[in-house]
């Protein structure tokens, strides 16, 4: 019952809709070393889904959510995963925004090829992270925006263990170019 109450007065605000496309790169580790991310080796990922937004009050927080697919790989190995993150952004401006903010998100991991080495890794089909992004939006009328941001992912649960001693995790980066469409309030459509 409080969900319904909350959504509701959400979407009486500010509701937004779109969808959003990533590609940028990751690093399988287990040493919990952020820095693998930027140096040569790490994999290729991708993601590409839907969007929502609330924008309480027209302030400057965003409550943000979504559902995205989300790949990573190389010329022999990929993981694909469906992600679901929440999360809040700032945004300071008009027409052009800045924004930076984080949240958390869940992968469900539903599709794997592996060539692995060492022998067979025991697979964690669900893992929890952390994010962060920083970006601009600009406003193309009232209904449209676009947006371009960075973002950075840090998995807090494991990926996979080797030989039940070595646990690895996923550290990704990503360019990410997304829209959005303010769903007009029923004052709005009056007007």
């Not at 990573?72 to 401006?93: E, T, W």
């Not at 601009?136 to 009328?141: A, E, N, S, V």
Request: with cysteine.
């Amino acid at each position: 019952m409080t969900f319904v109450l909350t959504a509701q007065y959400l979407i009486a605000q500010n509701f937004e809709v779109g969808a959003e496309f990533s590609y940028g790169k990751t690093s399988i580790d287990k040493d919990k070393s952020y820095k693998n991310i930027f140096e040569e080796g790490p994999l290729n990922n991708f993601n590409f889904g839907f969007s929502a937004s609330s924008n309480p009050h027209k302030s400057v927080l965003f409550v943000n959510s979504g559902l995205l697919y989300h790949r990573v790989y190389d010329q022999k190995n990929s993981f694909n995963f469906i992600k679901l993150p929440i999360g809040l952004d700032l945004a300071f401006g008009k027409r052009l925004k800045l924004f930076f903010g984080g949240g958390a998100y869940l992968n469900w991991l539903f599709l794997t090829r592996w060539h692995y080495y060492n022998g067979p890794p025991e697979l964690h089909d669900l893992q929890i992270g952390l994010y962060c992004d920083l970006g601009l939006r600009y406003q193309i009328d009232r209904n449209w925006s676009i947006n371009l941001k960075i973002r950075m992912e840090f998995d807090q649960s494991i990926l996979y263990s080797l030989f039940e001693q070595y646990d690895y995790y996923t550290y990704d980066y990503g360019v990410v170019i997304g829209f959005k469409y303010l769903i007009p309030s029923k004052d709005e459509k009056n007007n």
